[in-house]
């Protein structure tokens, strides 16, 4: 679905702008990359949900890719620089952490 859409919209832009239109090469590789991993990740979701109850499932493929994204944008990007700011993401990331692990750990059914 979500190709045949994205293939439907390329289409109407490229109809509609013609050459005019800006059709990156350098963006196409990461693009497919980024939906390779998307993939993998809905994957995960249905497998995730086939051994776990959707109860335990949900909360963590909710929590998990904040935290991720959280991490990743300190260590790679610097984000959220100063001691205080560096404190509360722990917090936060710590506060996540157990609440996940409190759930998966749960005998949660639904």
């Known amino acids: 679905g979500i190709l ?4 439907a919209y390329f289409l109407a832009y490229a109809f509609a702008l013609g ?14 990359g980024a ?4 993939g993998v990740a809905q ?8 051994i776990l109850s959707y109860v335990v499932a949900f909360p963590i493929i909710v929590a998990t890719p904040g935290v991720v994204a959280a991490i990743w944008g300190v260590v790679l990007f610097g984000e959220n620089r100063g001691r205080r700011n560096s404190a509360l993401l722990a917090v936060v ?9 409190a759930i998966a750990l749960s005998k949660g059914s639904a």
């Open 4 to 7: 045949l859409a994205s293939l």
């Open 19 to 32: 050459k005019q239109g800006f059709y990156g090469r350098e963006v196409v590789l990461p693009g497919l």
């Open 35 to 38: 939906g390779v991993l998307w």
């Open 43 to 50: 994957v995960g979701w249905f497998k995730a949900n086939s």
């Open 93 to 101: 990331v710590v506060m996540q952490v157990a609440g996940v692990a």
